[in-house]
């Protein structure tokens, strides 16, 4: 039987395996082996590399060489490389927090570190570098931990391209007897923020051209750990959520651009504290050209990486790739309408480990570093610095198997388009109930975060199923710009009877195709008159339990699901978030303790407290999604 019929004829056994659950034990044990036998390919494998004991601290860039070698850099200052013998060599030591590398040859990397842009050459080719050369350091520093400078790519014209993130100094107020490189200005910007831009062009993105002449290019970046250059040399970041960044995302930066953060608009030439309002900052706001919605799509991506394997990779080809700290890596598509850059994301890799989706090791928490190896496998680097994450060292290869996935989402006149990596069974495809919009957006403010307002379910009106039933064209009832579609197909099929590996995207309308746009993008200003958010919410989720419930799902995805993760099985790290499924003292707990611990937090863990940010029927809802998934006694 070919590989194709076998997949086909079992192609549902998943479903099976989840409908047979707890009815009939044995049943689900022998489906469960066949389905491991059978699944003889998975998609996509991943491995961990194992890298020399004397490297601690995790991983903190990674890169080849145009001959193949492998560069890594630890977070504690340490570069090593492995050649294609596999021999792991020192190349050199004593860096601040090496956050990216360009590797040009064998014998020259050039270091993004925290107070400098490096270059280390191993001049007589012994596999050690011997001489280093300041390439630019033209930016303050103070001794705060957070002020990182992110990196590097080079374009074509030797120019770098890096990023300087903001200092963290929580609520306290800032110590201004300290060392510090550069003019320092302490003053806030508007409100008072847990990060802030104190010395010169911390929240910029900058360049940096071959004679070191430091270029800042635009700002309003609050911690842009993933710098890269697409394949036809725009630059992009990602940023992560937090004080005036209501999610993280893929962000499209050109020169004059303000992203978000204000704390770094104290160093634009001619800066004017008078002129600046929260309303006139919102007014040239650029929000992501990739919006990745806060817990659904993670809790803080890194570098991004472009597919140009051509085909190596899999279906995706040409498409973005980066890792996120939640034990997820995301996948990300854009395209150019209307002039500007917006576009997809999806879960690629740690939401659906089922075994005809993926084999060998699981993927780990802790990711921010990646890099397409040139046998097209793409590589993942984890550091446990940062909180629950882990150490390690990953390589995803493509088995030459395609599942069944969403490939693209991308905006029509009247809708959106998804494609699909495989025909769909067109019956299915063609039902306007098989797809679940729903459109929101966030609030602009100097606060941590923001919950998703405006929230609508968008009726899809009409389908048009291509005829190579791998894509289908839908109406939406309507379409507005600044805003972020989510796109749920859980029914969806192949004619095989298999599901999405990933059924769920996002997709970011910045723009329509006729050009239409709103002031700051995805965002709006809080009326005067929303005090108490959610209203609306509110009086749904008090209807019934089972209403409860469900908005306690939406509210588990959005904050919880990054660090709980879609199973309740949580990090399996010390430290990590706390499993309720196989650690039944959690849920043992009563109402009244747990709903405390959410409000709270728990001080010394990675617990967070939420009672800022959810009101205390959300909490009450979350916990009653919680003991309603995850109990002993939860059907599942
Ligand atoms: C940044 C990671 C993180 C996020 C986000 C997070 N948690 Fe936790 N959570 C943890 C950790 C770590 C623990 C374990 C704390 C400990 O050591 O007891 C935990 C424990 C818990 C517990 C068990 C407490 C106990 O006393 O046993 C509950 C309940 C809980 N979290 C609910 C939530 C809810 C609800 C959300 C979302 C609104 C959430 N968590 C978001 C990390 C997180």
Redesign the pocket.
């Known amino acids: 039987m070919s590989w194709n019929r076998i997949k086909r004829s079992t192609g549902n056994l998943p479903v099976l395996l989840r409908k047979s659950a707890g009815r009939l034990p044995a049943l689900r044990l022998l489906v469960a082996a066949l389905a491991t036998t059978l699944y003889l390919h998975a998609g996509y494998k991943i491995e961990n590399i194992p890298y020399p004991a004397e490297l601690r601290g995790g991983i903190a860039s990674i890169a080849f060489t145009p001959s193949g070698t492998l560069v890594i850099a630890s977070r504690y200052g340490e570069i090593w490389t492995r050649r294609s013998d596999g021999r792991w060599q020192l190349f050199m030591r004593g860096l601040d927090e090496p956050m990216g590398l360009v590797a040009e040859s064998d014998r020259v990397i050039y270091i993004a570190h925290r107070p400098e842009l490096l270059r280390a050459t191993d001049r007589d080719g012994d596999g050690r570098a011997e001489t280093f050369d300041v390439i630019s350091g033209a930016w303050g520093q103070t001794i705060n931990y957070h002020e990182f400078f992110f990196g590097l790519r080079r374009d074509q014209e030797g120019n770098f391209y890096g990023a300087l993130s903001l200092e963290s100094q929580g609520e306290k107020s800032p110590a201004t007897n300290l060392p510090t490189r550069g003019p320092r200005d302490v003053t806030d910007i508007l409100e008072p923020s847990g990060q802030r831009s104190e010395t010169t062009w911390r929240g910029w993105a900058v360049r940096i051209t071959p004679d070191g002449k430091l270029d800042p290019l635009a700002n309003g970046f609050r911690q842009p750990n993933g710098v890269a250059l697409s394949p036809e040399g725009e630059f992009f970041v990602t940023d992560n959520q937090g004080d005036y960044k209501p999610s993280t995302g893929l962000l499209h930066v050109e020169r004059g651009d303000f992203h978000g953060h204000a704390s770094s608009v104290k160093w634009e030439p001619g800066f004017d504290p008078k002129q600046v309002t929260t309303e006139a900052l919102w007014r040239r706001l650029k929000t992501p050209a990739v919006v990745f919605p806060h817990g659904p799509m993670g ?1 803080s991506p890194g570098e991004p990486v472009w597919d140009v394997s051509g085909g190596r990779f899999g279906p995706f080809a040409g498409q973005v790739f980066t890792g996120d700290y939640s034990k997820l890596a995301i996948r990300a598509t854009l395209e150019r309408v209307a002039g500007g850059w917006q576009g997809a994301c999806f879960a690629f890799l740690g939401r659906n480990e089922t075994p005809g989706y993926v084999s060998g090791d699981k993927l780990k928490a802790g990711i921010t570093r990646a890099a397409f190896s040139p046998d097209g496998s793409l590589y993942f680097a984890a550091s446990a610095g940062w ?2 994450g882990e150490d390690g060292l990953q390589r995803v290869s493509w088995d030459g198997h395609t599942s069944p996935d969403l490939r693209d989402i991308k905006i029509t006149e009247r809708g959106l388009t998804l494609s699909f990596t495989q025909p769909m069974d067109p019956a299915t495809l063609a039902k306007p109930e098989a797809y679940e919009v729903t459109r929101f957006r966030y609030y602009y403010h100097y606060k941590y975060g923001s919950p998703w307002i405006d929230e609508e379910r968008v009726p899809v009106t009409a389908t048009r199923v291509a005829v190579d039933q791998s894509s289908a064209e839908l109406t939406l009832a309507e379409l507005k710009p600044g805003f972020i579609y989510e796109v749920s197909v859980p029914t969806l099929r192949t004619t095989g009877g298999e599901g999405l590996a990933n059924p769920l995207g996002y997709y970011t309308a910045n723009r329509l195709l006729n050009g239409e746009r709103t002031v700051g993008g995805t965002t709006r200003l809080a009326r005067p008159d929303e005090k108490s958010l959610g209203a609306k919410e509110v009086t749904a989720a008090q209807s019934s339990p089972a209403a409860l419930v469900a908005a306690g799902e939406k ?2 995805r959005m ?2 699901v ?3 993760q879609p199973d309740g099985r ?2 399996p790290v010390p ?4 499993n ?1 499924v196989d650690d039944q ?2 849920l043992a ?1 009563p109402d009244t ?2 709903l405390n ?2 409000e709270k937090g ?1 001080e010394g ?4 407290p ?1 009672g800022a940010i ?1 009101s205390p029927l959300q ?1 009450k809802s ?2 009653a999604y ?1 003991r309603a998934s995850f109990s002993p006694s939860a059907k599942n």
């Open positions: 809790i909180g629950a509210i588990y904050y919880c990054g660090c709980h949580g990090m430290g990590g978030a706390a309720f003292t959690r707990k303790e747990l611990v959410i728990k863990t990675g617990m967070l939420f959810l909490r979350v916990l919680i």
